[in-house]
């Protein structure tokens, strides 16, 4: 046959293939979720999520030590406090579960990135991620709180905060709070596009933070719309976004890519507890090589157009990028 194209050409041997690869994958855009409890001497196992923990104060270090030792240098904090109320006050006190980490974090790993959550389902009695008005969650009394939060996380020390609540306008509120007490420089980096989701199960497990009634449809995405998280994008940037995000990863690969190729700041991604947990699963069963699989969803991330990935395979990703397997 005369054949002239033969695109077989470039994969004929590991040292060619690694050479023409399109995506590129780097140990800087990993982003690893840690959850912080109060109390002492806690390393609890999640239990929807084998091989992920909950640690107190005196033994988060020794997590930290690993984080920085596997190469990923950014952390994502997630707060249980020890009690909540109906406006989820633990979320901004100085002495607050967040914050502790933090300062801990700071002072004892400098060349860490401390990211924070910034969202009040955690803290507040009911599971929602704001103050309730009869049985709807009230958008505009929660941006002062979700600002409040925000202020408390970057005077603690927090390098970026992340807000993850879907209140409209909470941006232009944070950014606001953040450049009136002088943090103009700190990073806002928002859950812009996040679904209502089956795939945030055994987050709500770890984190605490299921809602005692009803579900979140009213402030999180309908997974059906595409043209509205090109609006939610939009907006969130207009009010002072530094990163957008997409939340979940797999099942929005679509979205991950939109967003990247019309929004000139970098695009994240969480690949979140569900996606993990199912891996994980498979993994323990033995119906898949557990390996391959986070190797191959990881890229499929970053091949959509994602510059950072969250996810709770960071260290062991990084770890594959560090054998040559992905990279």
């Known amino acids: 046959m005369e054949l002239l194209n033969r695109p077989r050409r470039l994969r004929g041997s590991q040292i060619l293939r690694d050479m023409v690869r399109e995506t590129r994958v780097s140990k800087n855009g990993l982003i690893y979720p840690v959850f912080v409890k109060e109390g002492q001497k806690i390393r609890e196992e999640i239990s929807a999520m084998p091989g992920q923990y909950r640690y107190s104060l005196d033994t988060l270090a020794y997590e930290l030590e690993r ?3 596997s190469g990923v240098r950014g952390v994502l904090f997630f707060g249980i406090p020890e009690h909540k109320d109906a406006c989820g006050s633990g979320a901004w006190a100085t002495d607050g579960i967040v914050q502790k980490a933090v300062e801990l974090a700071k002072r004892e790993f400098p060349d860490l990135y401390l990211i924070t959550d910034v969202c009040l389902c955690e803290y507040t009695s009911h599971g929602h991620c704001g103050l309730l008005h009869d049985q709807t969650v009230d958008n505009d009394s929660t941006l002062e709180l979700l600002a409040k939060t925000s202020l408390s996380h970057v005077q603690a020390g927090a390098d970026m905060v992340a807000p993850s609540d879907m209140m409209d306008g909470r941006i232009l509120a944070i950014r606001n709070t953040l450049d009136g007490a002088g943090y103009v420089n700190t990073p806002i980096m928002s859950y812009a596009v996040k679904y209502s989701s089956s795939f945030y199960g055994p987050f709500r497990d770890a984190a605490g933070s299921a809602p005692a009634f009803g579900d979140r449809k009213t402030y999180q995405m309908d997974y059906h719309n595409k043209r509205e998280a ?7 940037l207009a009010e002072g976004a530094d990163i957008l995000m997409v939340k979940p990863g797999l099942a929005y ?6 967003i990247s190729e019309r929004f000139p700041v970098p695009c994240a991604v969480y690949s979140v507890s569900g996606e993990y947990s199912m891996i994980k699963a498979a993994a323990l069963a033995g119906y898949i090589d557990e390996a391959a699989v986070v190797c191959e969803s990881a890229v499929s991330m970053f091949r959509a157009g994602a510059d950072i990935l969250i996810s709770y395979y960071a260290k062991e990703i990084a770890g594959y990028i560090e054998e040559g397997r992905i990279g």
């Not at 090109?230 to 969130?236: G, H, M, P």
């Not at 690969?253 to 939109?258: A, F, G, M, N, R």
């Open 67 to 69: 984080i920085q030792k």
């Open 230 to 236: 090109i609006k939610e994008a939009e907006l969130d």
């Open 253 to 258: 690969l679509d979205i991950v890519k939109e």
